[in-house]
């Protein structure tokens, strides 16, 4: 099994439309959790990370499920500019990695 | 702070040719980390570092290798490059302390192509 799993999508929404993407991630042990965003051909980059208690920046909301091992995005009022792949990222107390997820696609149309 | 910085950003291989893809950072991280990401799918790791002179192996390291003689610098090393390894290669660097890994910071990749 994947150590973290995404539904690759594409999510194809309209402007201003609300999008939920869920991440599921498979060892207990997982330790820190983060949503970075990818656009196309550039490099990853961090766009929150996962508390326990949930957190929100503007538009972005993410949550952390430890019970159902998930963690999860909404996006409120997406933006032409929100397309993207957003990555979930898993890392486990003293292991040296980082498990990404293979990404979720985000298009949003006019 | 320039961050993570990678060099070339692009490069065209001929089968059989090496070449060492490099990377540095000025954040004073002490993991690194080089990942490949072939078109329209996933980071695969390729080896990783916690520190100087201290590597290891990721997922795909065949066909790779590295060394970290500074805290600063990851170099990887393609050896016998093959039409397989075209890809695009990213590095990061991220802190570790307590066992608990920070945000991971990427450089802006390095495209190779092997014919």
């Known amino acids: 099994r994947k150590e973290v799993e995404q539904d690759p999508g594409p999510f194809n929404v309209p402007e201003g439309a609300t999008v939920a993407f869920n991440c599921t991630y498979s060892?207990?042990?997982?330790?820190?959790f983060f949503w970075y965003r990818q656009d196309c051909r550039k490099e990853p980059k961090l766009l929150m990370s996962v508390y326990s208690s949930g957190n929100e920046d503007g538009r972005f909301t993410a949550q952390l499920n430890r019970a159902s091992q998930y963690i999860s995005l909404l996006i409120r009022d997406s933006k032409l500019s929100d397309s993207a792949t957003y990555l979930c990222v898993v890392t486990r107390y003293n292991f040296n990695k980082f498990y990404f997820g293979s990404g979720t696609k985000l298009n949003v149309k006019p | 702070n320039a961050g993570v910085t990678q060099t070339p950003k692009f490069r065209i291989l001929k089968i059989g040719q090496s070449m060492t893809l490099q990377c540095a950072q000025d954040?004073?991280?002490?993991?690194m980390y080089w990942y490949r990401q072939d078109p329209g799918m996933g980071l695969k790791l390729i080896y990783y570092?916690?520190?100087?002179?201290?590597?290891d192996k990721g997922e795909v390291p065949n066909g790779y290798n590295v060394s970290r003689s500074t805290t600063e610098d990851f170099p990887l090393r393609l050896e016998l490059a093959a039409p397989s390894q075209t890809s695009v290669y990213f590095c990061?660097?991220?802190?570790?302390?307590?066992?608990?890994?920070?945000?991971?910071?990427f450089g802006p990749g390095t495209r190779l192509t092997v014919l």
């Open positions: 954040m004073n991280h002490n993991y």
């Open positions: 990061a660097s991220s802190v570790g302390t307590s066992g608990l890994l920070g945000e991971q910071f």
């Open positions: 060892n207990s042990a997982s330790q820190s």
């Open positions: 570092s916690v520190g100087a002179g201290i590597t």
